[in-house]
C-alpha cells in the first residue's frame, strides 16, 4: 500500500509544482492527502527523502513541503541540516553550516561582460555538469570601495529586494573585506547602520526579523613582498563562529530561516547563541588579529616544486589551472598546539577554466561565507600583486 501511495504521491507533484504558493495550499488542504493518518504520512513522506538524495529529483522533497501544513510540519522534522546530513534542499541551506564529514564540491561560473558571478551545487564528481543553482552575486565599483551584492535569484540582485543574502565590500586597495549578513546570525548580533540597510528595510516583506548589515567575516590579505612569484596570504576572521565550534562537541551558529514571504515553506532549525566579535572599523583601521572566540582560517601553506618551478598545493584534482587566485583554508590555532581539527581543510577555491573555478566547503561555514569569501579572491589587489 505504501508503494502505491508514492506513486500516485509522485504524478500529483509533477501538477502540483505548476501551481502557485495559493493553490498548493488550496488543493492540498482538501485532498485525501492531507486526511492520511499521520504514522502513514510519515512513513510515505520519510521514504520520498530517502529515495530523492540528489538534484534534480530533490525538488520532490521541496514539492512534498508545499502541499499543506501538515505536510510541511512533518517534512521540515524529517529533512536535516546540511551539517548533519551533507545535503542542500530547502533555500535556507546555503545560510547554514556544511557537513562535518565532507567537502561539499560546488563551483563558480563567471561572466566579465556583466561582472556577475553564480554558484552551483555540483551534482557529479565531473567538473563541467549543469549543477543546482545556489547563489548569486554581482560587482559594483564605487569611488572608495568594492562592492558585491549576493542573492538567491540571478534574475534579482538588488540591495532592496526579498531575495537579497547579503554582500561582500572591499577597501580602496583590495586588501580588506568584510562579509554583512543581510539578517542576524545569531541572537545578539549587532547591525551596521547605513544607507543600504535603510533601503533594504524600506522593501521588506516580513518584519519578525529585521533586514540589514551585519558584519559576520572580515578578511585580509598581506603585502606579498614577492610580487607575482609568491602565493598570497589571507587571512579569514569569522566574527559569528566560535574557535571552539570545530572542537568536539563544538557548535556553529546556524540560522533557522529566511526573513521574506513564503518563510513557512522552509524549514526552522534552533539558532545557536555564539559570541559576537565586531570589527567596525576593520575597513579602514589596521590588520587586526584574533578577536576573543572567534574563529580564524589561514591559508594553508604551498610547497615550492623544484621540477615545475612553482608554488603548489594538492587539491586532488578539483583545480586544474595555476592561478594567484587558488587557496584552501584552514582553521588557526591561535591560542594552543595545532590538532588535527587543524589540518582538515574547510574551505577550498581553484581555477578549472577561463570562467569556471571550483568552490568546496564543510562545517563550521555556510555556501553563503564561502562564495563571499571566494569573491574577494576575485577583486583587484593593488597591493599584494
Known sequence: MTIKCIARLRSRRVVQDQLDGSDQEAVGGGCCWANLP?????????????????W????????CAGVCRSWRVIVKEIVKVPELSGKLTFPISVK???????????????????????????????LTDDGKFLLAARKSRRPTCTDYIISIRAEDMSKGSSTYVGK????FLGTKFTVFDGQPPHAGAKM???RSSRLV????VSPRVPFGNYP???????????????????QCIMDSIPATSIGPGGVAPTQAEFSFSKVDLFPSIPIFHSKSAGMENFL?????????????LRNKAPRWHEQLQCWCLNFHGRVTVASVKNFQLVASPENGPAGPEHEKIILQFGKVGKDLFTMDYRYPISAFQAFAICLSSFDTKIACE
Open 38 to 54: 499521520q504514522e502513514l504520512l510519515r512513513e510515505v513522506l520519510l521514504r520520498i527523502e530517502d529515495s530523492e538524495s540528489i
Open 56 to 63: 534534480p529529483q530533490r525538488k520532490n522533497v521541496v514539492a
Open 96 to 126: 547554514q553550516p556544511g557537513p562535518k564529514d565532507c567537502l561539499l564540491q560546488c563551483f563558480i561560473k563567471r561572466n566579465r561582460s556583466t561582472q556577475t558571478y553564480h554558484l552551483y551545487l555540483g551534482l557529479t564528481n565531473a
Open 168 to 171: 561582500l565590500r572591499s577597501n
Open 192 to 194: 551596521t547602520k547605513s
Open 201 to 204: 528595510n524600506l522593501k521588506q
Open 216 to 234: 559576520i567575516t572580515h578578511i585580509s590579505y598581506e603585502l606579498n613582498m614577492l610580487g607575482s612569484r609568491g602565493p598570497r596570504k589571507m
Open 284 to 296: 579602514s583601521g589596521p590588520l587586526s588579529g584574533q578577536k576573543d572566540g572567534a574563529l580564524v
